[in-house]
Structures are given as structure tokens and as C-alpha cells.
């Protein structure tokens, strides 16, 4: 039997450049909350840039105000756990004050076999999906989510 894990991907637009004084705040949380999650429990990996330990200097978009965030994680329930019940949920709570409230998803999840790493590409596919098709077992949100194959 294939083991599954949960793929996450999120953006946002940013109200302001990264260097400016309006994302300080946010920058000044970004390695402590990059290593919380890497300490989490169902941490398994996230995508970093080339020359930075967080992905703020890929721009997959071509929007510049547009940052990226991919991680995969053992189960839905490990995700959560750290999106809204660690020291994250300060973070997430403050988001209006460096990104522009969305009118359109800006989160999706997907399940992948266990060993597997998506690509930028990847995740960009699955939110355009979402997008596009709505919730289904192929992309899906926490409010509506789906189990990983092998148990559906």
C-alpha cells in the first residue's frame, strides 16, 4: 500500500516590498516560524530558494508582489496543528498588515506519494485547478478536505 502525504501550497500578496518598513514585522517572524514548522511534528519538508532559507526571492508568478509557500507534511492533522495551534497562529493572525485580503483561494492542499516533492510548477497547477474546478479530492482546502487515496 502507497503512503500518502499532504502537499500545501499558499500566496500572497504582499502590501508592501519585502525591504520595506510595513513587512518588517513579517520578515522578523519568517526564520523563527520557518524553523518552528521544520521542528513541528508531521514536518517534512518546504521548498527554500536557492539563496535564501525561506522562498520569498522566487517569484513563480509574474507579479513581483506575489510570495509562495510549499511544504509537505505527514498528515492534514500535523498541518493544521501547526497552522492554528503553534506560535504560527500570531502570525496568521496579523496577516492583514502585510498582505492584501484575497478574492479568490489562495491555499490548496494535495495528497502525493510519501518520497515525493512537488515542484513551484506543481502547486501553481493545483491552485489554478482549484481555481478553476473547485474542491475535489485533487485539490482541496481545510475546510473541505479529502483523505489521502488509499483510504477513500
Same mark, same amino acid.
Given at each position: 500500500? /502507497? ?9 500572497a500578496r504582499m502590501l508592501?516590498? +519585502? ?17 518552528? %514548522? ?18 520569498? #526571492? ?6 513581483? #508582489? ?36 484575497? #478574492? ?14 512537488? #515542484?513551484?510548477?506543481?502547486?501553481? %497547477?493545483?491552485?489554478?485547478? +482549484? ?5 475535489? %479530492?485533487?485539490?482541496? /482546502? ?11
Open positions: 500500500m /502507497t503512503v500518502y502525504h499532504l502537499a500545501q501550497f499558499n500566496i508592501a516590498p +519585502l525591504d520595506s518598513p510595513q513587512m518588517a514585522g513579517f520578515m522578523g517572524q519568517l526564520d523563527t516560524l520557518n524553523a518552528l %514548522a521544520e521542528q513541528s511534528e508531521g514536518f517534512v519538508w518546504r521548498y527554500v530558494s536557492a539563496d535564501t532559507n525561506d522562498s520569498t #526571492t522566487d517569484r513563480p508568478y509574474e507579479d513581483d #508582489t506575489l510570495i509562495t509557500n510549499l511544504s509537505v507534511w505527514q498528515s492534514l492533522e500535523h498541518l493544521h496543528q501547526y497552522t492554528y495551534y503553534s506560535d504560527h497562529v500570531g502570525a496568521f493572525r496579523q496577516r492583514g498588515d502585510w498582505f492584501e485580503r484575497p #478574492t479568490e483561494p489562495i491555499m490548496v492542499l494535495w495528497w502525493l506519494p510519501a518520497g515525493q516533492r512537488p #515542484t513551484l510548477g506543481d502547486a501553481i %497547477a493545483k491552485l489554478d485547478y +482549484l481555481r478553476e474546478h473547485g474542491v475535489s %479530492a485533487a485539490a482541496f /482546502t481545510f475546510k473541505q478536505s479529502f483523505p489521502p487515496p488509499a483510504q477513500r
